[in-house]
């Protein structure tokens, strides 16, 4: 797998209308003040290279999602990931952004109430969270780019099955994409304080100083019915894909699932096993 242990980790909360009321977490966000109310509601840091406590421990795998040792329910988040370089200003600021590639991501998320913070529920260990070991090369995030015609689609296999877990959507269905996406990612690292659920990203950033690489994971999709009121347990297994629809169709996708067989021309998959730690 390649190595990100010096990149930053951050993720997107309330890209994509509804996943927020579907994994119960609209509430925590009542009091987050946003410009645009149908827009992100903030970011997160998942791991962040060299801090001290849980945010910086290593938690990405492409194979493995260890539970935590907590009685916890663990439900996946299937999303899409960039992996980008970041410049800075001489106050370290962010100035520009420049996703270099993307891949299928899952934001595994603990959900308990009560969690101060968004990070609280995202990094409990290693493997605890997942990105795919194909991803692929970004020639331009705008429109006309390789992006537009990707979809992502996710299921769990259990006792044998699979189900869809999150629906199959278009990445142009993302609230936030985009121009308008690195935009607000830069604002929000640059600006966003320490309110509610959300952390001062810019001065863990700086803390860790100033690493020129990030994962930026943009958002979780919406749950189908099963994806809902279904959480993993150990034997099962989560897969994500980000596919082309132009090449590919969803019932493509669940007859891949079904076969456990994916390709890598114009896809990244990942596929993790639930273990018990």
């Known amino acids: 797998m390649n190595d990100y242990t010096s990149y930053i980790g951050l993720g997107i909360a309330g890209n994509f209308a509804l996943h927020l009321e579907q994994a119960g977490e609209s509430a925590d966000f009542k009091d987050v003040i946003t410009q645009d109310p149908n827009g992100p509601k903030g970011m997160f840091p998942f791991y962040i290279p060299q801090r001290t406590g849980q945010l910086g421990v290593y938690p990405l795998s492409h194979t493995t999602i260890i539970l935590p040792l907590e ?8 999303e899409v990931a960039l992996v980008c370089t970041l410049t800075y200003d001489d106050e370290g600021k962010v100035t520009h952004i420049q996703p270099t590639f993307f891949g299928a991501y899952n934001d595994c998320s603990l959900r308990k109430e009560g969690a101060a913070k968004i990070s609280h529920k995202k990094n409990w260990g290693a493997s605890s969270k997942g990105i ?21 689609a996710s299921f769990v296999r259990r006792e044998g099955e699979v189900v869809a877990y999150g629906e199959d959507v278009e990445l142009l269905g993302y609230s936030y994409f985009y121009t308008q996406l690195l935009a607000w990612i830069k604002n929000q690292i640059n600006t966003q304080i320490d309110q509610g659920p959300l952390e001062a990203i810019g001065a ?19 749950y189908t019915p099963f994806g809902e009121t279904n959480f993993v347990h150990e034997g099962d297994e989560i897969i994500v894909v980000a596919y082309d629809g132009t090449l590919y169709t969803p019932e493509t996708m669940v007859r891949m699932a079904q ?3 994916f390709t890598t021309e114009k896809m990244s998959y990942l596929r993790q096993k639930v273990v018990r730690g």
């Open 204 to 222: 863990y950033i700086r803390d860790a100083h100033s690493p020129q690489n990030v994962i930026i994971s943009i958002g979780a999709t919406r």
């Open 71 to 78: 009685s916890c329910n663990v439900q996946p988040e299937p």
């Open 132 to 152: 795919s070991q194909n991803l692929i090369p970004i020639d331009r995030f705008e429109n006309g780019g390789i992006m537009d015609t990707y979809r992502i």
């Open 259 to 261: 076969e456990g067989n």
